[in-house]
């Protein structure tokens, strides 16, 4: 396990700390979670980013039309 300094201005770290109280949460955990969400995120761009790279736009472009056709009907 690493440790890491950080620096934050003073409102934005208190807030942080009574976000983390609020939650019943330590800091450290706190920023484990919100440093997770993030790079749970990115890693959601960024295979999303690789998906379209690689994909066929006439198929994709086919597949939504066909939604729309299904969202029209009644």
Do not use: C, Y
């Not at 997770?36 to 690689?54: G, I, K, Y």
């Amino acid at each position: 396990m690493s440790t890491l300094t950080i620096r934050l201005p003073d409102d934005t770290a208190q807030r942080l700390k009574s976000l983390a109280q609020s939650r019943g949460l330590s800091m450290n955990k706190l920023v484990e979670q919100l440093s997770a969400h993030a790079l749970s995120a990115w890693d959601t761009e960024n295979h999303f980013r690789a998906m379209a790279a690689t994909g066929d736009v006439p198929t994709a472009l086919a597949v939504l039309d066909r939604l729309d056709a299904a969202d029209a009907q009644p």
